[in-house]
């Protein structure tokens, strides 16, 4: 298997080639294209009761799709649903906490579940953050961003404080908590909100911009009813 990211970074689309035997694992309508011996098998994303749960509080689908290659080999398109950039992460039998909207697709022999954030991620992230996703084996998964994509690598004891909105995935070696940004003025006229301190060691991928944020400039445009 090989692959290759095109358009980047504002409107990236990962292509992958696929051998005899291989397959890849996609967010439902996440496929451009495809061409070659190429099958599809639809499965729901971390179980059914889980999946609802994701299609419920976020918007996401319950299902994703599995591209398997046949004897002749095939490609396949497959691009997020918002602008940004993909980013590639290898996993080597550890795990990815993904925010459920930056998840594209993955391969290899990965566990893929959801991931419940608890009554904090639901105020948090106004539901948005409510389910996250958990992936963890040997592989790895393709990251989708609203902007740029910002790696930062923390050293053990290491601590740095991220808008909730900005986050696309970590590391599951780090230790995190979701707390209000500042005092009660910063929280309330600070424009920040809620923030995520997150403690290494282990990597953070950040998003350089937040579709929560552009969705309410956008609205200020809009005629009301």
Do not use: C
Not at 118 to 129: H, K, N, P
């Amino acid at each position: 298997m090989r692959y290759e990211v095109v358009g980047r970074p504002a409107y990236s689309t990962l292509k992958v080639y696929l051998n005899a035997g291989e397959a890849v694992t996609a967010e439902a309508g996440a496929m451009v294209a495809m061409e070659g011996d190429i099958s599809i098998e639809t499965r729901t994303a971390g179980g059914l009761l889980r999946g609802f749960l994701r299609r419920m509080t976020v918007g996401e689908s319950v299902f994703v799709n599995t591209f398997r290659a046949g004897y002749g080999g095939g490609v396949v398109w497959l691009a997020p649903s918002t602008p940004g950039d993909i980013e590639y992460v290898e996993l080597r039998g550890g795990g990815l906490i993904v925010q459920d909207y930056s998840y594209l697709a993955h391969h290899g022999d990965v566990d893929y579940e959801l991931k419940w954030a608890g009554l904090r991620g639901l105020i948090a992230e106004r539901g948005s953050g409510l389910v996250w996703m958990r992936l963890k084996g040997y592989g790895g998964v393709w990251l989708s961003s609203y902007g740029a994509i910002e790696l930062k690598e923390l050293k053990p004891g290491e601590v740095i404080t991220v808008d909730n909105n900005h986050i696309v995935a970590m590391e599951d070696t780090v230790k995190y908590s979701i707390s209000k940004f500042g005092g009660w003025k910063s929280f309330l006229l600070g424009g920040e909100g809620f923030v995520l301190r997150i403690e290494g060691p282990g990597k953070v991928y950040l998003q350089t911009r937040t579709l929560s944020v552009f969705a309410e400039i956008l609205s200020r445009f809009l005629p009301s009813r």
